[in-house]
């Protein structure tokens, strides 16, 4: 079943001078399955963030809509949006976005307290997360007692714990040691596999390999996809670093 679908979305950007329009989208189409791992990449200025802080309804489209869940997004009131947020969409950021101030369950209650969800409630949906995690002895430390990896997995906790439609994840690992990295990384294998679906843009081939498909942005547009299908893990990274090279120097359509 499809749960998100993008249509011909545009955006520019107009200086605060008025006198230059910046075209960060241009025509950009796609849509995610149900249970579905989709990396979206490609360099700098490519429009990728501008992208996900559309879909995330952080930024309004000049053209285009995104329905998901059978909502188009870009119908709802200014008023109704963080409710649709926190109700629909779980967030994964590099830097984490945790307060010092909280206690891991605390940050990760928080979502659930904005929605003034009973505490009973909370904690019944806490326990099994924070097992699969790998952070049930972590919950009453701060973010500041903890480590990159550890904090990430409470992050990902919080995104978690309102049952969203769909994660999307804003360069996970680019705050993470390697041997973080790739304990995140399978995680989120493990996650996807128990049917959350997932949307994460990245630099990082590595962790583009765990998707089931890499979309590549380029000018404001999809430029091209590579499908994982039944390639392994080491095929998928070297048809990536592949497409990144072609992006790079300019060449035509990937094969």
Same mark, same amino acid.
């Given at each position: 079943?499809?749960?998100?679908?993008?249509?011909?979305?545009?955006?520019?950007?107009?200086?605060? =001078?008025?006198?230059?329009?910046?075209?960060?989208?241009? +025509?950009?189409?796609?849509?995610?399955?149900?249970?579905? *791992?989709?990396?979206?990449? &490609?360099?700098?200025? =490519? @429009?990728?963030?501008?992208?996900?802080?559309?879909?995330?309804?952080?930024?309004?489209?000049?053209? &285009?809509?995104?329905? $998901?869940? &059978?909502?188009?997004?870009? !119908?709802?009131?200014?008023? +109704?949006?963080?409710?649709? %947020? %926190?109700?629909?969409?779980?967030?994964?950021?590099?830097?984490?976005? $945790?307060?010092?101030?909280?206690?891991?369950? !605390?940050?990760?209650?928080?979502?659930?307290?904005? =929605?003034?969800?009973?505490?009973?409630?909370?904690?019944? %949906?806490?326990?099994?997360?924070?097992?699969?995690?790998?952070?049930?002895?972590?919950? !009453?430390? *701060?973010?500041?007692?903890?480590?990159?990896?550890?904090?990430?997995?409470?992050?990902?906790?919080?995104?978690?714990?309102?049952?969203?439609?769909?994660?999307?994840?804003?360069?996970?690992? &680019?705050? #993470?040691?390697?041997?973080?990295? +790739?304990? #995140?990384?399978? $995680?989120?294998?493990?996650?996807?596999?128990?049917?959350?679906?997932?949307?994460?843009?990245?630099?990082?081939?590595?962790?583009?390999?765990?998707?089931?498909?890499? $979309?590549?942005?380029?000018?404001?547009?999809?430029?091209?996809?590579? *499908?994982?299908?039944?390639?392994?893990? +080491?095929?998928? *990274?070297?048809?990536?670093?592949?497409?990144?090279?072609?992006?790079?120097? @300019?060449?035509?359509?990937?094969?």
């Amino acid at each position: 079943m499809t749960l998100l679908e993008v249509k011909n979305l545009q955006k520019i950007y107009t200086t605060k =001078s008025g006198a230059n329009n910046v075209e960060a989208l241009k +025509d950009v189409s796609f849509s995610v399955e149900e249970g579905e *791992y989709v990396a979206i990449m &490609g360099e700098s200025g =490519s @429009g990728k963030t501008t992208l996900l802080n559309i879909l995330a309804s952080l930024d309004k489209p000049t053209k &285009g809509e995104i329905i $998901l869940g &059978g909502k188009k997004t870009t !119908d709802i009131k200014e008023k +109704d949006l963080a409710a649709f %947020r %926190r109700e629909n969409l779980g967030f994964v950021f590099q830097d984490f976005n $945790l307060l010092d101030t909280f206690t891991l369950k !605390d940050n990760i209650f928080l979502p659930l307290v904005l =929605s003034s969800k009973p505490y009973s409630e909370m904690q019944t %949906r806490i326990e099994p997360l924070a097992k699969q995690l790998g952070i049930e002895e972590l919950l !009453d430390k *701060y973010p500041f007692e903890v480590s990159g990896g550890q904090k990430q997995r409470a992050a990902v906790a919080r995104a978690l714990i309102t049952n969203p439609h769909i994660i999307l994840l804003d360069e996970p690992t &680019g705050a #993470l040691d390697s041997k973080a990295s +790739d304990s #995140l990384l399978n $995680l989120f294998n493990k996650i996807n596999e128990d049917g959350q679906t997932i949307l994460m843009v990245t630099h990082s081939t590595k962790a583009a390999s765990h998707a089931k498909r890499v $979309l590549f942005i380029k000018d404001g547009v999809v430029f091209h996809q590579i *499908y994982r299908g039944d390639k392994t893990r +080491d095929q998928m *990274y070297q048809q990536i670093t592949d497409a990144l090279t072609t992006l790079a120097t @300019g060449g035509g359509n990937v094969e």
